[in-house]
């Protein structure tokens, strides 16, 4: 009878490590990553609102577009899931496409920004985007604008971004 208690009770905890360890795998091989910490500077202004169609447009090793929806909030980008797994399927870089709405003298302008994003910044602990409109008198004497494009970036990020090169060094102050 002692035996027969103890083989029941052994088989209870054998089935309770089996339950766990099924919900428990999926979690480890099929884990999401969702949303990335970025803050979008524009004119030296953090951007809080008058975003649209913003998506990550990555190529897969495969020669495919993965386009993934997103949205932001000041700090935070967020998009539809991806598993680590889908994320060593893309190329090492992508774009950040969205448009942006800004106001002007009772007129509304609409600016189409597509920047080159890399794999890596969606696992940084913070990515930086500023964006120079070179519209802007100022920004068009500092900034050469990227190939048929009004308009240039530079990325701060923890693995160190990168700057554009000026066409003049401010007047005052540091860069």
Known sequence: MR???????????????????????????????????????????????????MHLVFKQKDGSIREVQADYIPGRLSYDSITKEQVSEMGNTGLLTFDFYKTCNKKQIIYNYKIEVFKSYLF????????????????????????EQNYTYEVDNPDGGFRRILRKAPKKGCY
């Open 3 to 53: 035996v027969a208690w103890e083989n029941k009770k052994r088989m209870k905890v054998q089935i309770l490590i089996l339950v766990l360890i099924s919900f428990l795998m999926p979690l480890r091989f099929f884990a999401q990553i969702s949303s990335t910490n970025f803050i979008i500077v524009i004119d030296g202004r953090i951007v809080t609102s008058t975003f649209a169609n």
């Open 124 to 147: 940084n602990a913070y990515n930086v985007i500023h964006i120079y409109d070179l519209d802007n008198k100022k920004n068009r004497r500092m900034y050469f604008p990227l190939e």
